[in-house]
């Protein structure tokens, strides 16, 4: 993890990100107690891609606010501090586009 003396960009919405990872936390142990109970595949399918969409939105989340916190807050005030924080934007970017 990179160390970063600022709060991280999603510091004003922490909690309402963590309660979508315990919605998805309870939705994942639910896919388990599906396969324990040798569940439907498609419907054991179903509630993956459910997962699935889950965790994307929390990733666009924390995407749009990393983008409107501290890549904004870097590009204010330039330098190479900017440069680098647009490369790791794109770089970001780039591993979620690859994970879909």
């Known amino acids: 993890m990179a160390s970063n003396p600022k709060p991280a960009g999603y ?3 922490k909690q309402a990100v963590l309660r979508r990872l315990s919605r ?5 142990r639910g896919l388990q107690g599906m ?3 040798e569940a439907y595949c498609v419907d054991v399918l179903t509630q993956v891609a ?3 969409k889950a965790l994307e939105g929390v990733s666009l989340k924390l995407l749009a606010d990393h983008t409107n916190h501290c890549v904004r807050d870097a590009i204010e005030r330039g330098g190479t501090d900017a440069d680098e924080k647009v490369d790791e934007l794109l770089a970001a970017v780039e591993r979620f586009a690859r994970s879909r």
Request: aromatic fraction near 0%; hydrophobic fraction near 45%.
């Open 11 to 13: 510091v004003d919405d």
């Open 35 to 37: 396969i324990e109970d």
């Open 50 to 52: 459910a997962v699935t």
């Open 24 to 28: 998805i936390e309870g939705q994942v």
